[in-house]
């Protein structure tokens, strides 16, 4: 069964460091997401990218942060600046559509840990 | 906006069935998920409503009442495996087809012999 996979599964930085967070969409989908949930906390949503612009941020996601779409397979997220606060468990998904019944399916997660 | 409310925790014996109960307030309806996340995993779709009623898949059921701003999630014959924790996730369609989840705090299951 096709599935979303992330890279790193655990990255470990220093505060003010730039991170790249790497997923890998399912092949046929062309809605994608980021999401980022804190230890004990709820999913939050980040950002959705469709067409090879962002369709929709949240108030999560300001000049810090950034998509991008560099090849036909690869979605990335990066943390220019990374802050304490940024150590979540990052998790990208996909659909194939937003109409009705096309779930979103998420990756195994990136835990991002800023010291 | 969008506010999702579901308990934190239930306790549940093997065998047994559980409802796990979820209610919104939404500026946008276009469908609610259910999601079962194991600690330190990612979030698996579980099942889908967008029209009032009842949604049975296997040993889930899941439960829609727009009006009431209202859903639920049955499982039957509860396993050890079943413990986690359950999302309740809405999508928004107010925006410009972003479509994005809006997720509850999860109430964790755990099921005991």
């Known amino acids: 069964e096709p599935e979303v996979t992330q890279t790193p599964s655990h990255q470990v930085t220093q505060m003010g460091q730039e991170v790249i967070l790497r997923c890998v969409p399912i092949?046929?989908?062309?809605?994608f997401y980021w999401y980022r949930q804190i230890l004990g906390q709820k999913v939050e949503f980040l950002v959705s990218?469709?067409?090879?612009?962002?369709?929709?941020k949240s108030e999560i996601f300001d000049d810090q942060f950034s998509v991008e779409r560099p090849d036909g397979s690869n979605f990335t997220l990066k943390i220019r600046s990374t802050k304490l606060e940024d150590s979540a468990m990052y998790f990208c998904a996909s659909s194939e559509s937003v109409y009705t019944t096309y779930e979103q399916y998420f990756g195994p997660g990136t835990r991002l840990t800023v010291t | 906006g969008q506010n999702i409310d579901q308990p934190t925790e239930m306790t549940a014996t093997e065998g047994a069935i559980v409802q796990i109960n979820c209610t919104y307030q939404t500026s946008g309806f276009n469908g609610l998920f259910w999601y079962q996340q194991h600690a330190g995993e990612a979030p698996t779709f579980l099942s889908y409503n967008v029209l009032d009623g009842l949604e049975e898949k296997g040993r889930f059921s899941s439960f829609l009442s727009r009006s009431k701003g209202y859903s639920y999630l049955l499982l039957k014959e509860l396993q050890m495996k079943d413990s986690a924790s359950y999302l309740c996730a809405v999508r928004d369609a107010s925006g410009a087809g972003s479509y994005q989840l809006t997720f509850g705090k999860g109430t964790k299951l755990s099921v005991i012999p």
């Open positions: 990218f469709y067409n090879n612009e962002i369709s929709e």
């Open positions: 092949s046929n989908h062309l809605y």
